[in-house]
């Protein structure tokens, strides 16, 4: 086969990269190694940046987004139990956020997919990339038993933390930087309406947050144990901690049911530099992780397929300019987000080692927050996401 541009991966990443190449008249085959049903089946992230909003319904997927989302123009954060901060994100920031699971942005990319019949190839394993450095960059892979081989122009690495892009960076040309949080987080889908807004907690027990993905299904988390194993989280321990973790007053309103899913998941902030590499860019989980308190994988995700399309429809329009700094650009809101999920990690968490000291430092951080409406401003900002 041959294409202007081969994507490995067809998470949020590869399958919007493909679409929008496709819309701006670039060709490209997307190779995923699992089935569509078990892509689909992933339950992640839930909200969105406006920036990332408006991208979408740019790219045509507005509709149900803007029907079956819900806007948030807060978010509330309890502290010293029965503290409350509240972040006005639409008054401080200009902006809202939307709650929209990427599950449903996934059946979305999907059936855009399908309409404009996109080659999107999966089930496809033993994914390997070769000449990246040279100008016949291919990639192989096997297919219902057979090898097949990819000739094109360029490839995009969308493949996520366990892909196998990043690996096609040599050792010596490739930095890693790495934090690895001493816990994980308990999270729980069930059918039950969530409250009006998103809340997090810092609580003696360790952090908690409220979540949604539509009105009646809830996604709630509470800090644990590395080492915990879903089997010791009954559900009535798992609402009980919760309960106990939010501040009174919004605590009562906790709709509780049985969790139709139950899943720990270890919290990393980790970023490859350079996100290029020859004719192989990076983009996604594939160069960067976030701890999910800042919501901002997907977004980024979403942030660095815009930097690349970009700088590919000019490329093929004659102008190489953004091409050549693409990693440039995508590492400049990399980091920024990166800090900005680390410094909320940090704020909201309780850490094994800590003393009484570090929760001093963390609760005057919450003191100043909630009596300066200028450093409120700031989180807000960062919250909701800089302009591209
Ligand atoms: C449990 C969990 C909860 C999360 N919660 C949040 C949240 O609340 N907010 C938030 O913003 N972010 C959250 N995230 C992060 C967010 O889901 C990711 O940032 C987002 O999925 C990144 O999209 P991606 O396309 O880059 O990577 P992925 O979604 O990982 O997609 C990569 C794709 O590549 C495929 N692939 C992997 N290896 C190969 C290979 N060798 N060959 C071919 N295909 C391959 C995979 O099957 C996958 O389909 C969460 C992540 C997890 C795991």
Redesign the pocket.
């Given at each position: 086969m041959k294409t202007q541009v081969a994507i490995?991966?067809?998470?949020?990443?590869?399958s919007l990269l493909s679409l929008i190449l496709h819309q701006r008249g670039i060709e490209s085959i997307v190779?995923?190694?699992?089935s569509k049903s078990y892509?689909l089946d992933r339950i992640?992230?839930?909200?969105l940046e406006w920036t990332s909003v408006e991208l979408l319904e740019s790219v045509g997927l507005g509709e149900r987004l803007h029907k079956e989302g819900h806007r948030h123009d807060r978010v509330k954060i309890g502290w010293r139990g029965s503290e409350i901060l509240d972040i006005e994100f639409q008054r401080l920031a200009g902006k809202p956020m939307m709650a929209y699971g990427?599950t449903k942005i996934q059946e979305d990319l999907y059936a855009a997919a399908e309409r404009e019949n996109l080659n999107i190839i999966f089930e496809?394993s033993d994914?390997e990339i070769h000449d990246v450095t040279t100008d016949n960059p291919y990639v192989t892979f096997t297919t219902n038993g057979e090898t097949q081989r990819v000739d094109c122009d360029y490839i995009a690495g969308?493949?996520?933390?366990?892909?196998?892009s990043r690996g096609a960076i040599p050792f010596k040309r490739r930095s890693e930087f790495e934090r690895a949080y001493p816990f994980g987080w308990l999270g729980i889908l069930s059918e039950t309406p969530p409250l009006p807004e998103l809340v997090y907690a810092n609580h003696k027990n360790g952090f908690a947050l409220c979540s949604e993905r539509n009105p009646m299904l809830s996604r709630y988390y509470v800090q644990c144990p590395l080492e915990d194993t879903v089997d010791q989280w009954s559900d009535d321990r798992f609402w009980t901690e919760l309960i106990e973790r939010l501040p009174p007053s919004i605590g009562e309103h906790v709709v509780t049911g049985p969790s139709i899913e139950k899943?720990i998941?270890p919290l990393r902030s980790q970023v490859i530099e350079p996100m290029q590499y020859g004719k192989m860019f990076l983009a996604?989980?594939?160069a960067h992780i976030v701890p999910?308190t800042g919501?901002?994988?997907?977004?980024l995700?979403i942030a660095d397929v815009h930097y690349l399309t970009e700088a590919l429809v000019e490329h093929y329009a004659g102008n190489s300019a953004k091409l050549d700094s693409y990693s440039e650009t995508a590492l400049r809101r990399v980091w920024s987000s990166v800090r900005f999920s680390w410094w909320m990690t940090v704020l909201l968490h309780r850490f094994p080692e800590e003393t009484a000291f570090e929760q001093r430092m963390r609760e005057e951080d919450l003191a100043y927050l909630t009596r300066s409406e200028s450093a409120r401003k700031s989180v807000a900002e960062q919250y909701v996401g800089l302009d591209y």
């Open positions: 490995i991966g067809a998470g949020p990443a590869g190779i995923e190694r699992q892509v992640r992230a839930g909200v990427q496809s994914v969308c493949d996520g933390q366990h892909g196998v899943s998941a996604g989980d594939a999910p919501a901002k994988g997907l977004n995700a």
